[in-house]
């Protein structure tokens, strides 16, 4: 298992980058290009586990394991999130991952001795990138994600110099012997808390932004108000941005009867069911992900199998990113375009 599960999960990252590629070709969406940047990331980082399985692991190996897999995979994932959700108020969720990602880096700072005289760099551009993309989010500027993506990718460069350049902990790469899955334990300090800031604002940009997707997407019943209108005065702007995740969240189960008879019915906006499935997905990955950090990989490779089974399903499902299915920079149509059904509810 060790080597199918990996090789397995690396060939459906490569197809999927390969159909968000040709989407891209055909509609020059920019999210689909992102995507498929992170699947491509996703295809490496997986494809080095079944190498590692197979012939037996390198330095070179593991450090693009972890480079691909545990900083660039999420962090472009979420970009192409952010990227698809450019017109909204998102802006502000994900400039407050940034912010929480830097924090979180600050707080382990101590952990990693060999990253003493860089972590104060990583936090403070986390809280210039994250501030950045707020205040772009409160003037409603659609050039939030563009801020988004120079992070993105000052964060990838950093953690590729990190990755490649730096000394291995202990000198040389760390494997569990028991499950033969590697271990996160001999990267570079300051790659480590790169990944952390990329990964809380990548990895949980990615299901937030499905979730609040769906939300825009579905029949909606709104128990709770709220405004992020930027012209109202200043204490009622902070008031509004502070109760609108606990708003959303109300309304959002709130509205879930409602979306449930609208999917029966068929009478549902495809990106609710899509973004949903993303969501489980992206939860699923993140979450044998984060228990390999603690030094569990007994689930990893499953779990990242998963993971991007449900994505990738989330995908074909949703009529907007995948509106035609083809074989991949060919005419041959595998499943012809599908239009939303009428009377869906649109965003907002």
């Not at 995507?35 to 390198?58: C, K, P, R």
């Not at 300090?189 to 769906?214: H, K, P, Q, T």
């Amino acid at each position: 298992m060790t080597v199918i599960l990996p090789g397995l999960t690396s060939l459906l990252a490569l197809v999927f980058a390969l159909a968000l590629f040709d989407q891209w070709r055909e509609r020059r969406r920019g999210f689909q290009a992102v995507w498929a940047v992170g699947m491509i990331f996703f295809a490496i980082a997986s494809g080095a586990e079944a190498l590692g399985a197979i012939g037996g692991w390198s330095d070179p190996l593991y450090r693009t394991w972890y480079w691909a897999g545990a900083v660039c995979t999420a962090a472009w994932l979420g970009l192409g999130t952010a990227v698809l959700l450019g017109r909204t108020r998102f802006g502000y969720a994900y400039g407050a991952l940034v912010l929480l990602g830097g924090m979180i880096a600050f707080a382990a700072r101590n952990r990693y001795p060999d990253a003493a005289d860089t972590a104060l760099l990583i936090v403070i551009a986390a809280v210039i990138i994250g501030l950045a993309v707020m205040i772009e989010t409160y003037f409603q500027n659609e050039r939030w994600p563009t801020i988004a993506a120079l992070g993105v990718i000052i964060g990838t460069i950093a953690a590729g110099v990190a990755a490649f350049a730096l000394p291995l902990v202990g000198g040389g790469y760390s494997i569990n012997a028991a499950t033969g899955v590697p271990t996160p334990d001999a990267i570079p300090g300051s790659e480590r808390l790169i990944s952390l800031v990329l990964n809380v604002s990548g990895g949980l940009s990615l299901v937030l932004g499905a979730l609040f997707s769906a939300y825009v997407f579905m029949p909606k019943k709104r128990v709770l108000d709220y405004s992020l209108d930027a012209g109202q005065s200043g204490d009622h702007f902070l008031f509004n941005l502070l109760i609108a995740p606990v708003a959303i969240t109300v309304n959002f189960f709130a509205s879930l009867p409602g979306a449930i008879s609208a999917l029966l019915r068929g009478q549902i906006h495809s990106r609710v069911p899509a973004t949903l499935l993303i969501a489980i997905g992206g939860i699923v990955a993140s979450s044998t992900d984060a228990l390999a950090r603690l030094g569990s990989t007994e689930l990893f490779q499953l779990g990242k199998f998963i993971g991007g089974v449900l994505i990738f399903a989330g995908f074909l499902v949703s009529v907007e990113a995948f509106a035609e299915i083809r074989v991949p920079f060919t005419g041959r149509v595998l499943r012809s375009r599908r239009h939303e059904p009428v009377g869906v509810a649109s965003a907002e």
